[in-house]
């Protein structure tokens, strides 16, 4: 089973609105990081969170990481054809063993 | 500054054969990860290497071995090639070990016939 489940897989949406992807985990993450893919090409970074509780954003993405350190989620207000690609959280997921491991990723597809 | 850079960009190798990829990392970054991505797995760890150290390895058979130079630039290397070994290989870096923000490389992409 994955250990960092996306939800959705894939969203379409149309331009203006507002849309949220979430990453959960069944283990405490020590750090959380949000990546947008264009298909076929290399991972952009956008976020990291760290901290129980952390909220961060940039431009119109915004990302949170729970109390609990299990789950993030990405909201994308007033979307724009340029928010399209394939987005992907990315954890650390156990102190001592460094064990870097990406979600299945959420497509996102915006309509002008 | 300059990004990661990968090369080459596209490869396209017959089964049994071996293949060599290389990455240059942002100037600076010493540590330099890899990974795998196919539609079915989607993106996995293959191993990291800090310092010409190999410092973590994900769950990849011994076909697959990198190396690190001094000057950060990183190989990585698949040996006796079989179909399922077509992917993008995708490699990163990052100023520090272990993890942090890594940025990536366009990735390579191989295919095996």
């Known amino acids: 089973s994955q250990e960092l489940e996306q939800s959705p897989q894939s969203l379409i949406v149309q331009e203006g609105k507002n849309l949220t992807i979430n990453c959960t985990s069944s283990?405490?993450?020590?750090?959380l990081y949000w990546y947008k893919q264009k298909y076929g090409e290399g991972l952009i970074f956008l976020m990291m969170l760290q901290k129980g509780g952390e909220e961060k954003s940039h431009e119109k993405i915004t990302a949170k990481l729970d109390e609990k350190k299990q789950q993030s989620s990405l909201h994308i207000t007033a979307s724009q054809p340029s928010h399209a690609g394939i987005y992907l959280c990315g954890a650390d997921m156990a102190s001592g063993t460094y064990k870097y491991i990406f979600g299945t990723g959420t497509r996102l597809k915006v309509l002008a | 500054k300059a990004g990661v850079t990968q090369t080459p960009r596209y490869l396209i190798k017959t089964r049994g054969q071996q293949v060599t990829l290389s990455c240059s990392p942002i100037?600076?970054?010493?540590?330099v990860s890899w990974y795998q991505q196919t539609p079915g797995q989607g993106l996995q760890f293959l191993f990291e290497?800090?310092?010409?150290?190999?410092?973590n390895k994900g769950n990849f058979p011994g076909r697959f071995s990198g190396r690190q130079f001094s000057n950060s630039r990183s190989e990585m290397n698949v040996s006796t090639l079989e179909l399922g070994d077509s992917a993008l290989y995708l490699c990163a870096s990052s100023a520090r070990q272990g993890a942090g923000e890594q940025y990536f490389g366009p990735g390579t992409r191989l295919t095996v016939t």
């Open positions: 290497y800090f310092s010409e150290t190999q410092r």
């Open positions: 283990k405490t993450l020590y750090g």
């Open positions: 100037s600076g970054h010493r540590s």
